[in-house]
């Protein structure tokens, strides 16, 4: 009966000749995280401002309501007073309106940004991990032909 060969010993030594680099997978996590702590705070800072603005919008809003809804003498009065509100809400509105959309370009910008400059130096890692790995492998099979 022929003896079954144990390969454990040959998948050692073959995954041994192939040398893994594990300091670009760390680096690549490093840039990763360095990524997302970035776009959190784009995040965390559009939505800071998009609370300040709606806290303000409120605010606001509430004042005129408490104009609105005091005691008139006249019955014409309180139309007007609807009237006033109604102008000064779709002005607050127009106004608030505008700041959310700049929070917004803001942060598409910001993005834009981080992305690109995540792109470029994501490029040049890889280039320079190309380079090391076929600068090892070539090293690995030069040994090995050398043996």
């Known amino acids: 009966m022929a003896k079954q060969q144990d390969f454990t010993t040959a998948m050692k030594d073959i995954m ?15 840039s990763q995280a360095a990524l997302s702590e970035k776009l959190s705070g784009v995040a965390l800072d559009a939505a800071e401002k998009s ?45 608030n309106m505008a700041a959310f959309a700049e929070v917004a370009k803001k942060v ?16 040049a890692d890889a280039s320079s991990a190309v380079k090391k790995a076929t600068d090892d492998m070539t090293a690995a099979a030069k040994k090995a032909t050398v043996k």
């Open 16 to 30: 041994g000749a192939f040398p893994v680099d594990t300091k670009s997978m760390e680096d690549a996590f490093k």
């Open 51 to 95: 609370a300040e603005i709606s806290s303000k919008w409120t605010k606001t809003t509430l004042a005129k309501l408490s104009d609105m809804s005091k005691v008139k003498a006249d019955p014409a009065d309180y139309a007007k007073a609807m009237t006033d509100f109604a102008s000064a809400n779709a002005e607050v509105a127009a106004e």
């Open 108 to 123: 598409q910008t910001e993005t834009v940004e981080l992305m690109m400059s995540a792109g470029r130096d994501l490029q």
